[in-house]
């Protein structure tokens, strides 16, 4: 099989255009127990990460906000909540994870877009958006490389993306870390979701996604200047930032 016409899917190599399907399958399973997977997954840290990216992230009153990926909208209510001026767009690929999303959105008093759109082909005009955000989404796109590179377009000269991902842990740590990965997580996946394939998948991409050095070459590649990573808990996740010149 033609190597270039292969991705991943998990430690599985499959056709690139079979990727899309399978994710979304994926996320189709979990929806309805992805935020108490994250809590069980992450003993509750993911909200710390999630509050440190928005904290971190320094925008003027009224910016227009861009969250990829933005499912449960966890990162959408924490701008909501830092700066209710903001103009915010909450969208995913996935439309059982959006309507998730939209559900918590609603039951907190905050109306914003909602929109179903694909990271790789956005449906905004060019050079609107002054930050742009992809929480834990990057590592499950097909072309990583177009996210970015259509990301950049939409983004507004002096504006920044701004990525929340799993990344490489600290050496010393990383036994620890890969026994609760494989041989926990799995098992929690199939007892509260009913679904060990799904959190297995969501593992084994963890591993394949690109470390913090490569994922800053990428930005790099697709133009992003002033680029930066931060390391949270010992690396198991880390924000990474780039902006547009």
């Not at 991409?205 to 390391?231: A, C, V, Y």
Request: one cysteine or more; proline letters at 3%.
């Amino acid at each position: 099989m033609n190597q270039e016409k292969n991705t991943h899917f998990g430690y599985e190599a499959i056709p690139r255009n079979e990727k899309r399907k399978k994710v979304k399958a994926v996320f189709n399973s979990v929806a309805t127990n992805y935020d108490l997977m994250n809590n069980l997954m992450s003993l509750g840290l993911h909200h710390v990460w999630k509050k440190i990216l928005t904290e971190t992230t320094i925008l003027k009153s009224k910016s227009k906000i861009l969250d990829i990926a933005a499912g449960t909208a966890d990162i959408t209510l924490e701008f909501l909540k830092k700066n209710k001026e903001f103009e915010i767009f909450h969208t995913d690929i996935n439309l059982s994870m959006l309507k998730e999303g939209k559900r918590k959105l609603i039951n907190q008093g905050r109306v914003v877009p909602a929109i179903l759109c694909d990271a790789e082909a956005l449906p905004f005009p060019n050079n609107y958006f002054d930050c742009v955000t992809i929480g834990f989404g990057l590592r499950n796109m097909t072309n990583k490389e177009q996210a970015l590179k259509e990301i950049y377009r939409v983004l507004s000269p002096g504006g920044k993306i701004v990525i929340l991902e799993f990344s490489k842990i600290w050496q010393p740590l990383r036994k620890i870390y890969d026994k609760f990965s494989f041989n926990i997580v799995p098992k929690l996946g199939k007892f509260f979701a009913k679904d060990e394939q799904s959190y297995k998948y969501l593992v084994e991409s963890i591993r394949m996604h690109p470390d913090q050095n490569q994922l800053l070459e990428l930005l790099k590649k697709q133009g992003f200047e002033n680029t930066s990573f931060m390391n949270l808990s010992a690396g198991i996740v880390c924000i990474h930032k780039g902006y547009k010149f």
